[in-house]
């Protein structure tokens, strides 16, 4: 069993910044590819980001430029920073990994607002 524990999300005004991490429990954590999705009121759940176990990494075309993923397997953590943040990018803030992507975290939230 895998778990993963979202922390970082906070009330920003627009143009800031905010760094968001997903730490997993378990020592597989670095076989597996992970994500970040996001899910606003309203609206479905959206990929934001994703990262496969040798680095390489894949944006939507909404936060390109802007937010940046990584991971540190030696901490079995996943990094999503994000920079020029709008209002837009208000939402719950999830993790996600494991075989198939089967495991979620409970999600973080990201308030943009001035």
């Known amino acids: 069993q895998v778990q993963f524990v979202e922390s970082g999300g906070d009330l920003v005004q627009p143009g800031g910044s905010l760094r968001l991490s997903c730490e997993a429990s378990?020592?597989?954590?670095?076989?597996?590819?992970m994500a970040w999705y996001r899910q606003a009121p309203g609206k479905q759940r959206e990929l934001v980001a994703i990262?496969?176990?040798?680095?390489?990494?894949n944006y939507a075309d909404s936060v390109k430029g802007r937010f940046t993923i990584s991971r540190d397997n030696a901490k079995n953590t996943m990094y999503l920073q994000m920079n020029s943040l709008k209002t837009e990018d208000t939402a719950v803030y999830f993790c996600n990994g494991g075989p198939g992507g089967v495991y979620w975290g409970q999600g973080t939230q990201v308030t943009v607002s001035s």
């Open positions: 990262i496969t176990s040798g680095g390489s990494t």
């Open positions: 378990g020592r597989i954590f670095s076989i597996y590819t």
